[in-house]
């Protein structure tokens, strides 16, 4: 791997995560300001702590108007680059955003959606988180031994939007999964907590 520079972000900004297009901008998620007790709290009062950010070398960055959730979280990126798809977490979306102008061209219902990936039958893979609050905290508790929290994976057309439940699991070997990417027939599941990653059978090819 070779360190190829950085491109910092705005001030009071918690990242979570990014896409690129192929002209050189970014577009990231700003989860929170600072993360901190207070706005932790105002998150789970229901109030908004975040947005989409957009950079390009030229101009630097620049807010996504209108794109302000409830802890922005997981974000990728259209084929065709018109638009991203963000997983704004607690306000129980997935947003399907214009990359130029930060309108919100469609919804999807999708509950505590962490992050996405593009899947093996051409849907986008959200990965949610489908415990208790109770159950979910304690994952935090012991970061080396994995937690069996449960999760469910949402597939959803890019074009229409409508989502269907394509896997879920809970307990051994892993849980509280965070990402789901296939890859040569199977699909490799990695967690925000433990020791490991898992994998199944791809679900999403025909048998």
Not at 20 to 44: C, K, P, V, W
Not at 69 to 90: K, L
Not at 177 to 185: D, F, H, K, N, S
Request: hydrophobic share 40%; charged share 20%.
């Amino acid at each position: 791997l070779a360190w190829r520079g950085c491109v910092p972000a705005g001030p009071e900004t918690y990242v979570n995560d990014v896409v690129g297009l192929s002209n050189g901008d970014l577009i990231y998620t700003r989860m929170f300001h600072d993360g901190g007790t207070l706005e932790q709290l105002l998150s789970a009062a229901g109030k908004n702590t975040g947005d989409l950010w957009r950079w390009n070398r030229e101009t630097g960055l620049r807010l996504l108007p209108g794109t302000e959730a409830n802890q922005p979280n997981g974000i990728e990126i259209a084929t065709d680059e018109r638009h991203v798809f963000a997983n704004m977490y607690f306000t129980q979306e997935l947003w399907k955003v214009d990359v130029d102008t930060g309108e919100v061209v469609a919804t999807a219902p999708v509950a505590n959606a962490d992050n996405s990936a593009w899947g093996s039958d051409g849907r986008l893979w959200v990965v949610t988180h489908q415990d208790s609050v109770p159950n979910m905290l304690s994952c935090f508790d012991v970061q080396e031994e994995p937690c069996g929290a449960r999760f469910e994976i949402i597939a959803v057309h890019p074009e229409t939007m409508a989502i269907e439940s394509v896997f879920v699991h809970r307990g051994a070997p892993m849980g509280a999964a965070t990402i789901a990417v296939p890859q040569a027939g199977r699909v490799y599941i990695g967690s925000f907590t433990g020791d490991r990653m898992i994998s199944v059978p791809d679900f999403g090819r025909a048998p």
